[in-house]
């Protein structure tokens, strides 16, 4: 592995199958901690300041982008247009969209609010424009720091520290009941 300073954009949504969506890639606020708003390939609309990015696969075929913005508002971009997602109040500032044979086949899983000493994960889906639960929340042995859809596209990696100050990586998968 080579390091280097660049500013080149980042990848913040890689389809695990070929057919999908492109690759989507954005630029980072190296200050901040934070992406843009600035993506590519452009999605039709001007995107806000976005902490992270995922597609959800539609039953009436493409996709819809989701993002969790800096301003603590989760949105979703469709047929460029932007809208707010309902029932999201709750979320934490990540989460990972993962494939599985559960429900509609898509679930997003998200990482709970604030800095609490135990955190949890959760399932939703998003058929339209309202986040729908579709998990009890699973309880974290510590606070989720970070969240991304695995490269297999079926599990979410999830980054907890505990109230030792230790850090451990965790593989999340959806499974049906």
Do not use: H
């Amino acid at each position: 592995m080579r390091c280097r300073a660049s500013d080149d954009p980042w990848p913040v949504y890689q389809s695990a199958d070929a057919s999908s969506a492109p690759a989507l890639k954005a630029f980072y606020n190296t200050a901040r901690d934070y992406f843009t708003g600035v993506v590519t390939p452009g999605v039709g609309v001007d995107l806000p300041p976005f902490y992270a990015a995922g597609m959800i696969p539609r039953a009436a075929g493409g996709a819809a982008l989701l993002l969790e913005g800096i301003d603590g508002k989760v949105q979703i971009v469709e047929n460029g247009v932007m809208r707010t997602v309902a029932g999201t109040r709750d979320w934490g500032s990540d989460f990972a969209v993962v494939r599985s044979g559960c429900g509609s086949g898509t679930q997003v899983i998200v990482s709970g609010s604030g800095e609490a000493t135990t955190d949890s994960l959760r399932a939703f889906e998003i058929p339209a424009i309202e986040a729908a639960p579709m998990s009890a929340p699973l309880a974290m042995e510590g606070t989720v720091t970070a969240l991304w859809t695995a490269s297999d596209g079926k599990s979410a990696m999830a980054v907890v520290r505990n109230s030792a100050g230790d850090y451990e990586v965790d593989r999340v998968t959806a499974l049906c009941n």
